[in-house]
């Protein structure tokens, strides 16, 4: 996902796929590459995750992922993800409103802080906020006197995942909205449309389906983060352990059986997150066409 194109600053003509003048040998032995590749290193793997899942039998598939602590890892991955997800998406229509309706100094920087999590190791956003909210940190004295803890806590958790998350959101909305203008929205407003009337029944329903596509990959971060969420988390089980973290102690305790069970609870999500982002990628394509002709 940091393979992510740079923001676009202005609104880039649409160019059409061309066909090439290149051999059909050229053409098969490039798809051919491109298959091997992704069955190598993709299919495979994730073939391999499930065979060892049920490699012990069906019960202990179902005693592995109905434990108490795997059901802790399960709950805290899906609460983190339904918190950072909507707060997201909140971020990203408001950084991509801000940067494509008006004109303000420091707009570039904006645009660059937003990249930002892409730029930093996971590692060095969960010390960050060990330095900011730890024993030690900055406001540690001022959060020990008033009982609030946010490292080793769920707090702490849920802040990393929206760090490593914040860009995914903002990055789909902001190409599309430079694209489509401000056209529509002066019309609404030149007819009378207040301003949260012209976001409901103009603005949102044209970016719905990119809102959407970059919920559903920051969903995807949020629940497989793990370097950020093993800084703060403490791996405390049965409490700040998410799924991630809970497999990694199943097979450093070679629970084998055990942590391939949970894995492949993930990966179900993986694909499931697959199939709800193709198609709302193929909606947003369908979507840009229509505002292109």
Partial sequence: ?????????????VIQARGTTDP????????????????????LPLITVFLQAFDKGLDVYMAAITQP???????????VALISVPMNGLFGIAA?????KFQFRGKNI????IDLPFAISPIIAGLIFVLLF???????????????????AVPGIILATLFVTVPFVARELIPLMQAQGTSEEEASITLGAGGWKTFLHVTLPNIKWALLYGMILANAKAIGEFGAVSVV????????????????????????AAAFAVASLMSIMAIITLVIKSFLEWKGQK???VHVH
């Fill in 1 to 13: 996902m940091s393979g992510h194109p740079p923001i676009e600053r202005s609104t880039a003509p």
């Fill in 24 to 43: 059909q040998w050229v053409k098969w032995l490039l798809i051919t590459i491109a298959l091997l590749f992704l069955g190598l290193f993709l299919i």
């Fill in 69 to 79: 602590e795997a059901l802790s890892a399960i709950k805290l991955t899906l609460l």
């Fill in 96 to 100: 991509a409103w801000a940067i494509t």
């Fill in 110 to 113: 904006l645009i660059t802080l």
């Fill in 134 to 152: 730890g024993a030690q940190g900055v406001f540690g004295d001022w959060l020990f006197e008033h009982d609030i803890k946010i490292v080793f």
């Fill in 233 to 256: 988390s403490g791996h405390i089980r049965g409490l700040t352990n998410t799924m991630p973290l809970h497999i990694e102690i199943l097979y450093g305790e070679y629970q084998f």
């Fill in 287 to 289: 979507q840009t066409d």
